[in-house]
């Protein structure tokens, strides 16, 4: 057993929602890309007594005890969140830190990954696939959506994501995305998502973006991903007041296509926004565009991420990767 252990794990884009009615006999399915940044960093070491500390150390705090319990573990710890994906932003904060916490917990302990049945013990991955995938591995992930088990979502494509394309994310500094009894209340009184709809979503993601994606066509990924945003942004702009949840990020985002980026849309009920770059280069030149007018968004270029989460031992080096 390890005496200290560090875990990584990526925040997620959420590209999109298939089928959120479940019309389709399989409830949401999901395309999703985890990022280079921010991610969730935390140690796990054995301690005298429990101590929790840094960013998001409440709901940190909550997760070990849980699993202590629900693994048997005895003794005590200390878990320090040295840094943290931003919370209630869309980027994925609440599977990616408990997944993260219970990855430190068996490791120091000796105990195998579950990653899905621990993502299941702690009621992540209700809707979307994508951020418990994010974890095991990397790449654009498709899942199929939820069946009528307390199983999630099953993953059914992932391919790379290509190495010369960025991400430019655009944050609200001053805003949150629907979070807690909010979300699942504006889901409860939206209306059924159309059944044509369903089948274009799923055409954009099997004809569309996947192939583009093999055959690095930037342009054919990014209409494809708008076009999803597009179908899935109208349903939910009753909830959240129009396809962007803030006003703010949707005009930068409209700047930013402007300048040449493409692919736009806002991962999960946002606030964050998002939009791709075929390099670098593309991604400052459109970023430099906008400037900082000090309009309440911040932006940040990012990679996407082919590998999952990161798990170091003090004595044992990188054990999983």
Same mark, same amino acid.
């Given at each position: 057993?390890?005496?200290?252990?560090?875990?990584?794990?990526? &925040?997620?884009?959420?590209?999109?929602?298939?089928?959120?009615?479940?019309?389709?006999?399989?409830? +949401?399915?999901?395309? /999703?890309?985890?990022?280079?940044?921010?991610? =969730?960093?935390?140690?796990?070491?054995?301690?005298?007594?429990?101590?929790?500390?840094?960013?998001?150390?409440?709901? &940190? #705090?909550?997760?070990?005890?849980?699993?202590?319990?629900?693994?048997? %573990?005895?003794?005590?710890?200390?878990?320090?969140?040295?840094?943290?994906?931003?919370?209630?932003?869309?980027?994925?904060?609440? =599977?990616?830190?408990?997944?993260?916490?219970?990855? &430190?917990?068996?490791?120091?302990?000796?105990?195998?990954?579950?990653?899905?049945?621990?993502?299941?013990?702690?009621?992540?991955?209700?809707?979307? $696939?994508?951020?418990? &995938?994010?974890?095991?591995?990397?790449? %654009?992930?498709?899942?199929?959506?939820?069946?009528?088990?307390?199983?999630?979502?099953?993953?059914?494509?992932?391919?790379?994501f290509p190495e010369d394309w960025r991400v430019i994310l655009?944050?609200?500094?001053?805003?949150?995305?629907?979070?807690?009894?909010?979300?699942?209340?504006?889901?409860? @009184?939206?209306?059924? +998502?159309?059944?044509?709809?369903?089948?274009?979503?799923?055409?954009?993601?099997?004809?569309?973006?996947?192939?583009?994606?093999?055959?690095?066509?930037?342009?054919? +990924? $990014?209409?494809?991903?708008?076009?999803?945003?597009?179908?899935?942004?109208?349903? +939910?702009?009753?909830?959240?007041? /129009?396809?962007?949840?803030?006003?703010?990020?949707?005009? %930068?985002?409209?700047?930013?296509?402007?300048?040449?980026?493409?692919?736009?849309?806002? #991962?999960?009920?946002?606030?964050?926004?998002?939009?791709?770059?075929?390099?670098?280069?593309?991604?400052?030149?459109?970023?430099?565009?906008?400037?900082?007018?000090?309009?309440? =968004?911040?932006?940040?270029?990012?990679? $996407?991420?082919?590998?999952?989460?990161?798990?170091?031992?003090?004595?044992?080096?990188?054990? @999983?990767?």
């Open positions: 057993m390890s005496s200290s252990v560090v875990v990584r794990v990526p &925040a997620r884009l959420h590209l999109g929602f298939l089928d959120p009615s479940g019309d389709s006999e399989r409830r +949401f399915g999901s395309i /999703g890309l985890p990022l280079s940044e921010p991610e =969730t960093v935390l140690s796990l070491a054995r301690s005298p007594q429990t101590i929790v500390e840094g960013p998001e150390g409440e709901r &940190a #705090s909550r997760h070990l005890a849980m699993l202590c319990d629900m693994l048997d %573990v005895r003794g005590h710890h200390r878990l320090t969140v040295e840094q943290a994906i931003p919370a209630h932003a869309g980027l994925g904060s609440g =599977t990616q830190i408990a997944l993260a916490v219970a990855a &430190a917990l068996r490791t120091l302990h000796g105990l195998p990954l579950d990653i899905e049945g621990d993502a299941v013990r702690m009621a992540r991955g209700r809707r979307s $696939g994508v951020g418990i &995938a994010s974890f095991g591995g990397g790449g %654009v992930i498709v899942d199929a959506g939820k069946d009528d088990s307390a199983a999630p979502p099953p993953v059914v494509a992932r391919l790379p655009v944050f609200d500094t001053a805003g949150d995305g629907l979070h807690g009894d909010a979300e699942i209340e504006a889901f409860r @009184a939206l209306p059924s +998502f159309p059944r044509d709809r369903v089948g274009e979503n799923c055409r954009l993601v099997l004809m569309g973006a996947m192939p583009a994606l093999m055959q690095r066509d930037f342009a054919a +990924f $990014g209409a494809a991903i708008t076009a999803i945003q597009q179908n899935v942004g109208a349903h +939910f702009a009753p909830a959240q007041g /129009g396809v962007f949840t803030s006003r703010r990020v949707e005009r %930068v985002i409209g700047r930013l296509s402007e300048a040449g980026a493409m692919g736009w849309g806002q #991962s999960s009920w946002g606030p964050t926004g998002f939009i791709f770059a075929p390099s670098e280069e593309v991604a400052r030149r459109c970023v430099e565009a906008v400037g900082d007018d000090g309009d309440g =968004t911040e932006l940040r270029i990012v990679r $996407g991420r082919n590998g999952g989460a990161e798990i170091e031992t003090h004595d044992l080096g990188l054990v @999983a990767n």
